[in-house]
């Protein structure tokens, strides 16, 4: 089951999925306010989307899971997780927002957060995001670039995005006194090796410092670090993931694969 991003839907997992789905079941959905799912007039909080997740993974139980969220998927499904660890087999983290980077909870970030989606919503309207995100399009095959045309860059998918801003960084900093539990999960966290997609030299080493201390907290857990990859793994990188999927596939008991 993946999960994606603050401001990504199912089509971000594209390349990743048609591996996967060659020695498994893999499972894409988007959230509310994303590609093709209405708004969720309730709000956005970490708490009620993994509550969606809750509810998908009880419509495809009772089979044990592996999960994978990229950036803001990453908690999304450490806290789904938590809540019912005996029908998660696996983790992985793909260059996850994690509440042990200094500088994703520090006012800088969240300043930068409040300016740029204002902004983002502009372009969406103006119909320039697909040319800044081509890199994105040209990656995948037509079918997909044609649904992320239609769907990845319309100004309601950055309104849900501020929607999970309000709360997303208060939630997950709480975490930092209250550590989720995930008890014996397996937990593989990939880190992007390269600066770009918005993260400057400090930004980076802060993040995949973050992204160990994860990994390490887990006692199966693996730190990986994509070297070709700045924050897009899945798109520029993802035979790495899909590794990452069948090792933990293969090192517990569920049904589906090889």
Same mark, same amino acid.
């Given at each position: 089951?993946?999960?994606?991003g603050?401001?990504?839907?199912r089509?971000?997992?594209?390349?990743?999925?048609? @591996?996967?789905?060659?020695?498994?079941?893999?499972?894409?959905?988007?959230?509310?306010?994303?590609?093709?799912?209405?708004?969720?007039?309730?709000? @956005?909080?970490?708490?009620r989307?993994?509550?969606?997740?809750?509810?998908?993974?009880?419509?495809?139980?009772?089979?044990?899971?592996?999960?994978?969220?990229s950036?803001?998927?990453?908690?999304i499904i450490?806290?789904?997780?938590?809540?019912?660890?005996?029908r998660?087999?696996?983790?992985?983290?793909?260059?996850?927002?994690?509440?042990?980077?200094?500088?994703?909870?520090?006012?800088?970030?969240?300043?930068?957060?409040?300016?740029?989606?204002?902004?983002?919503?502009?372009?969406?309207?103006?119909r320039?995001?697909?040319?800044?995100?081509?890199f994105?399009?040209? /990656?995948?095959? /037509?079918?997909v670039r044609?649904?992320?045309?239609?769907?990845?860059?319309?100004? @309601?998918?950055?309104?849900?995005?501020?929607?999970?801003?309000?709360?997303?960084?208060d939630?997950?900093?709480?975490?930092?006194?209250?550590?989720?539990?995930?008890?014996?999960?397996?937990?593989? /966290?990939?880190?992007?090796?390269l600066?770009?997609?918005?993260?400057n030299?400090?930004?980076?080493?802060?993040?995949? /410092?973050?992204?160990?201390?994860?990994?390490a907290?887990?006692?199966?857990?693996?730190?990986?670090?994509?070297e070709?990859?700045?924050?897009?793994?899945?798109?520029?990188?993802?035979?790495?993931?899909?590794?990452?999927?069948e090792?933990?596939?293969?090192?517990t008991?569920?049904?589906?694969?090889?």
């Amino acid at each position: 089951m993946f999960e994606s991003g603050a401001a990504a839907d199912r089509s971000s997992w594209a390349l990743v999925q048609l @591996r996967v789905a060659r020695f498994a079941r893999a499972i894409v959905y988007d959230r509310s306010g994303l590609g093709r799912s209405p708004v969720d007039p309730a709000g @956005r909080t970490t708490d009620r989307m993994a509550d969606d997740l809750g509810d998908l993974l009880d419509h495809f139980g009772p089979r044990p899971f592996i999960l994978v969220g990229s950036s803001a998927g990453g908690p999304i499904i450490r806290l789904a997780a938590s809540r019912r660890p005996e029908r998660i087999a696996g983790l992985v983290l793909v260059d996850p927002s994690d509440e042990a980077s200094d500088i994703l909870l520090g006012k800088g970030f969240r300043t930068i957060e409040k300016i740029s989606i204002p902004i983002l919503i502009g372009l969406a309207r103006l119909r320039m995001l697909k040319y800044m995100f081509g890199f994105l399009l040209n /990656a995948c095959p /037509a079918d997909v670039r044609a649904d992320m045309e239609r769907e990845a860059f319309e100004p @309601r998918v950055f309104r849900t995005q501020r929607a999970q801003e309000r709360t997303f960084l208060d939630e997950i900093s709480a975490w930092r006194d209250n550590p989720l539990t995930l008890g014996e999960i397996p937990v593989t /966290a990939i880190s992007g090796g390269l600066t770009g997609d918005g993260m400057n030299a400090a930004a980076r080493a802060s993040a995949n /410092a973050s992204h160990a201390h994860r990994a390490a907290q887990s006692p199966h857990g693996r730190h990986v670090v994509a070297e070709k990859s700045s924050h897009y793994v899945p798109i520029t990188e993802p035979e790495i993931i899909v590794d990452e999927i069948e090792r933990l596939g293969r090192n517990t008991p569920v049904r589906g694969f090889g």
